[in-house]
């Protein structure tokens, strides 16, 4: 069985068709990549796998449960973790500080605890600075983690969300555009780091991303969105060379004559 699979979900705003009828499925440690032109409903496929959109159709099942009707953060507790493509943090806060957070998220002291520093808080706060000291070395974040997160490139912060989502301990992590603003010499650096969190952190991971090349040498299957419509679906080599792929992203003549070679 899947770890995530998503049936038929079709979203609508206000009369715009933004997803229609789209399936996907992520096996359990695997890498799958989405990707699509600009608005062909990437973004609004992961809102609605996390749950800040709700689907008009179609069904969502992660780690063998319905989740259709869960809030995202009842989603995240089961094991979605995500990044954003604006980085969703908090600026006043250190880089340190927003990766702590993920921690705090999932283990939940509670302000009653937190406020009377009871034994059950005081041992948390020391596991999850632990925890957060890991994922620093990990991602390596050492030389930026006590500044205000504000001030950081967005190369680095993209990093820091990073940090926060597996501190949230996923089952899947959704990896939205996290390669933007990263030059191309270290891209193949970022691959490497995201095939290293997936071992470590034995996780599957969803990728959406504009650089198709990244996508590909990154992911074992991937699927293409155009229009809210999924258009292809297979091994990094297949969907390379399929025609109708090649069209949504250097138009109907390219495809054409991909089809005619």
Known sequence: MALLEVRGVTVRFHGLLALDG????????????????????????????????????????????????LTADRRSRAGVGRTFQTPQLI??????????????????????????????????????????????????????VHGAVGELPLGVRRLVEIGRALCTRPKLLLLDEAASGIGREESGELADLFSRIRRQHDLSMLVVEHDVDFVLSLCDYVYVLDFGRMIARGTPEVVR?????????????????????
């Open 91 to 144: 600026s006043r806060l250190s880089a340190y500080d927003n990766i702590l957070l993920g921690c705090q998220a999932r283990m939940r002291n509670g302000l009653f605890a937190d406020g009377l520093r009871l034994p059950s808080s005081w041992r948390n706060e020391v596991l999850a600075r632990r925890e957060v000291d890991g994922v620093v070395e990990e991602l390596g974040l050492g030389e930026h």
């Open 22 to 69: 789209v399936s996907l499925s992520v096996s359990r440690g695997e890498v799958v990549g989405l990707i699509g032109p600009n608005g062909a409903g990437k973004t609004t496929l992961f809102n609605t796998i996390t749950g800040l959109q709700h689907a008009s159709a179609g069904s969502i099942t992660f780690d063998g449960r319905e989740v259709g009707g």
């Open 241 to 261: 060379s399929n025609p109708e792929v090649i069209a949504a992203y250097l138009g109907e003549e390219a495809g054409r004559a991909a089809a005619a070679s």
